[in-house]
């Protein structure tokens, strides 16, 4: 079978009507491929796009990967050397093209590639492209082996040559699995052309504020095979926005650049992109047509935005060091959101339909924002396609994380090579605000996570500033100028670069961004949080569900203390600190039944970790107007992370499958555009009034408590007439606690919930909100809600009408194994009745979901 000639159907892109030397042609060699392990012993078919887990995934040789312990059981898999090979047969007389050239997106990721016997080049970074020229290799019948060595054998030998480093290579990190894998990752392609061949080419916006005039900067590279230079014309053509421009131009022999301005005419009504929940995310089709002599044309289609962002880091009245906030098309926006980790551990396995589902999520949950976090992947074209497309801002890392790096010269041509590739790749997309150079690599410096010896500290910190500073800031500022950069995050922006690019302290409060982790203090006690300018990562763990993890292990699983659950959770002491974070607030389960203390155990966490992030987010968005002990201004709020790898234990709001975590339901009411939130200080209850509107809202603020054991309302509030300010949070109710709790006849902290809700003109209103006035372990006179349900259906959704006969904490309505969402979950239930609505995200009928869903609330936890 190796000697098995495939042949792959063949896709010839004529940029001319007629057949002549000068057409240009593309030949995917995606699809099945031959694998085979190092001895031979293992061989098969696999995809490509693909890597060898997934090819042995489907050929049956193994199981699910991620079930159970499999993620040790199949380790051989990534310490074997693997090779895939194709042959095929080329459709075309080769003496016609000038140039042909092998053409791989992605490797993952140290592989020796061969052609026809010939070994035409080396791999060895999987976030690079690489481009062989095979023009005088290619024959009629070809074979093509791309011989790959174990990632984990080679970095443990760059790890004896880099002796000085102590790099990361355990492939692994707390929320996931460790899977090295290997194959070819992304699009492979032969490439055939005469003269000239485009091979990036991007658009980004550009606005004079003197002149109030837009332009596109267009941005061409051309691998020219002529020996001579190539003159022509380039036609720019937006129909839209009446623009239609020709330009001339020459390319010289070799690679060669060109760069177009197209200025936009002033009369012609130019509609921006906009964030979410900010406006509108309007593109424009644009034709780019290069005409070369001889009649040689290529014609390039694309999607056009027009957005400015900028970084403010500006002095404070009242306040030591610099701002931190993003301004879109002038409008200082706040940054609601999350951080984004690799959907999968096979990237193959990550379809359009699952990044769809994923990022749909997220604005669902009113987020505007995400950051994609450098320890993963730089994602798919699809992924930021979808981003441009809802709205969502990225904050894009460059791929270094929690790492020493070397500085070799070979290391820093493979980081240039990389950091160059991507960003002409990624820069076209509006939703990409802000470049950083690495994930708390500023940080590990400064705390010496790495016990670096004193005499040392001056190496690390040389290399650090050659590796980020003089060739990834260099090339960024070279490649884009219609964005931010920030070496690192954390960092102190400016004072960063105030203080050699490395600060002092990269957490300090009054400068650029911090991430923040506790998981021993109260986490309803908001005196325990930084008042940072800019919170990029905080948050807290929880399980999935029992529905998620029931896929990938078995019943003796099922515990919260079995060798499955001790083995899932790669955080240290993870499980511990969920429970003692948990039982600070709740009584913790002690059912006897092992499966239903585990079930709800699970229920538990992610109260914990929805209560904790709702209270963590809640005192970041009230903080970005006030100016506190010389702190506050927040205008970012990302809580580690969106998504999971796999199923186990994490701080995502999405698991695996995109199901979503009670914390998901939290967070699509705290970052809701328009939303009141409390706090207490010294025994005063305070409620902000936080908006994201772009003007002043007039509203009524009111305020109701309810007694644990019944469902009316002990008492109820009103406050009308509050102004609510447009983009900011204020203060806009003030009582002493004991003061409200005399109001209302019988209420004590332990026996009274507070709810409260902002109620404006038309259909503008506010999500009700809750402030808890003692821990719920303490609270007195709940009852058993008796939760019911009837299910209907109606055309897409289905209407799910919740019965109950008690206040009740925390429902939460679980569909099990049926995909999709509810309108609302895990809120606290003050009505008799609540109408809630299922999304589904596949075919069911009524009785499906009536049969799978459950309902709990707190008082079930025994």
């Known amino acids: 079978m190796l000697r098995r000639c495939i042949y792959i159907s063949w896709l010839l892109v004529a940029l001319q009507g007629r057949r002549a030397a000068s057409e240009a042609a593309t030949l995917s060699l995606k699809g099945l491929w031959w694998l085979r392990n190092g001895n031979g012993s293992v061989a098969l078919s696999g995809d490509v796009p693909g890597c060898v887990h997934t090819a042995l995934l489907r050929s049956g040789i193994i199981q699910d990967p991620y079930y159970r312990f499999n993620d040790l059981a199949y380790a051989w898999i990534a310490l074997d050397n693997w090779t895939y090979s194709i042959r095929f047969k080329s459709p075309f007389d080769v003496s016609l093209w000038e140039k042909v050239s092998l053409v791989f997106e992605g490797v993952d990721t140290v592989a020796q590639v061969v052609v026809n016997n010939v070994t035409i080049g080396k791999t060895d970074n999987m976030f690079n492209s690489y481009r062989f020229d095979i023009t005088d290799v290619i024959k009629e019948i070809n074979a093509i082996q791309v011989h790959f060595v174990s990632a984990v054998w080679y970095a443990a030998e760059q790890s004896k040559i880099h002796k000085a480093y ?13 899977f090295p894998t290997q194959g070819i990752w992304k699009d492979v392609r032969i490439e055939a052309y005469n003269l000239c061949h485009l091979v990036y080419f991007s658009v980004t916006p550009h606005y004079a504020r003197n002149t109030q005039q837009w332009s596109l900067e267009i941005e061409s590279d051309f691998d020219v095979v002529s020996s001579k230079p190539v003159s022509g014309l380039v036609k720019v053509s937006i129909p839209e926005l009446q623009t239609q421009q020709t330009f001339t131009m020459k390319l010289h022999p070799g690679e060669d650049h060109i760069v177009l301005l197209v ?17 509108n995310q309007t593109g424009y089709n644009m034709t780019t047509v290069f005409v070369m002599e001889g009649g040689y044309k290529i014609e390039k289609f694309s999607k056009v935005y027009f957005r400015t962002v900028e970084l403010a880091e500006e002095p404070i009245p009242g306040s030591p060091g610099l701002s931190f906030y993003f301004r879109i098309n002038g409008i200082p926006v706040f940054l609601k959101g999350s951080n984004w980790i690799p959907a999968d551990s096979f990237q193959d396995r990550v379809t359009p339909g699952m990044l769809r589902l994923l990022l749909q999520s997220t604005v669902d949950a009113n987020m505007n924002t995400l950051r994609v976090w450098g320890g993963g992947i730089y994602e798919q074209d699809k992924f930021y396609d979808i981003c441009d497309e809802l709205g969502i801002m990225i904050w894009q890392d460059f791929m270094f994380a929690c790492a020493l790096y070397p500085t070799d010269q070979s290391y820093i041509d493979s980081v240039k090579a990389e950091i160059t590739h991507q960003m002409k790749r990624l820069k076209s997309h509006p939703s990409i605000i802000v470049w950083s150079g690495n994930n708390e690599n500023e940080a590990a410096i400064a705390a010496n996570w790495f016990s670096i010896p004193h005499m040392k500290m001056n190496i690390y910190v040389k290399d650090y500033v050659t590796l980020y500073v003089k060739n990834i800031r260099e090339i960024v500022h070279a490649e884009d100028k219609s964005r931010p950069f920030i070496t690192s995050s954390p960092t102190n922006g400016a004072e960063s670069v105030k203080e050699g690019w490395l600060a002092h302290n990269p957490y300090d409060t009054h400068y650029g961004d911090v991430h923040y982790y506790n998981y021993k203090n109260d986490c309803w006690n908001w005196t325990t949080y930084p008042r940072a300018r800019f919170a990029s990562e905080y948050g807290f763990q929880s399980w999935p569900s029992f529905s998620t993890l029931a896929q990938v292990s078995s019943e003796e699983d099922w515990s919260y203390v079995s060798n499955f659950s001790l083995h899932r959770q790669h955080h240290a002491e993870g499980n511990d600190q969920m429970l003692l974070q948990a039982g600070l607030n709740f009584k913790l389960p002690q059912e006897k039944d092992p499966i239903k203390n585990f079930r709800q155990t699970i229920y538990l966490t992610q109260i914990m970790q929805a209560q904790c992030t709702k209270s963590e987010t809640e005192f970041y968005r009230r903080s970005q107007s006030e100016i506190v002990n010389g702190e506050g201004r ?25 199901k979503w975590k009670m914390l998901h339901y939290f967070a699509q009411h705290f970052f809701a555009p328009l939303l009141p939130v409390a706090h207490e200080d010294k025994g005063v209850l305070y409620i902000y009034g936080i908006s994201d509107l772009h003007s002043d809202q007039k509203v009524t603020l009111r305020v109701i408590l309810y007694d644990w054991s019944r469902l009316e309302p002990a008492c109820t509030l009103e406050k009308e007439g509050v102004i609510v300010k447009a983009r900011s949070a204020v203060p806009i109710y003030k009582e002493p606690v004991s003061e409200l709790l005399k109001k209302c006849g019988n209420c004590t902290r332990q026996s009274c919930v507070i709810t409260f809700y902002m109620e404006g003109e038309g259909q503008l209103s506010s999500p009700s909100n809750h402030h808890f006035l003692s821990s719920l372990k303490d609270a007195m006179g709940l009852k058993n809600p008796q939760l019911h349900a009837s299910v209907t259906q109606e055309e897409d959704h289905f209407r799910l009408l919740l019965e109950a006969a008690a206040v009740a904490p925390f429902v939460w309505l679980d569909a099990e194994n049926i995909a999709g969402r509810f309108s609302d979950n895990g809120f606290l239930l003050t009505e008799k009745r609540k109408l809630i609505l299922f999304y589904p995200w596949e075919t069911i009928s009524a009785k499906e979901l009536e049969n799978s869903l459950s309902l709990t609330s707190l008082t079930d936890i025994s």
């Open 166 to 178: 102590q790099e990361q290579c355990s492939f692994s990190w707390d929320w996931g699995p460790s």
């Open 263 to 279: 200025n936009m005419s002033k009369d012609v009504t130019l509609e921006t992109w906009w964030p979410r929940g900010h406006g």
């Open 634 to 658: 927040t205008m970012g709020a990302l809580y580690w992370q969106l998504n999971d790898i796999w199923q186990g234990p994490s701080w995502s709001s999405l698991e695996y499958g995109g």
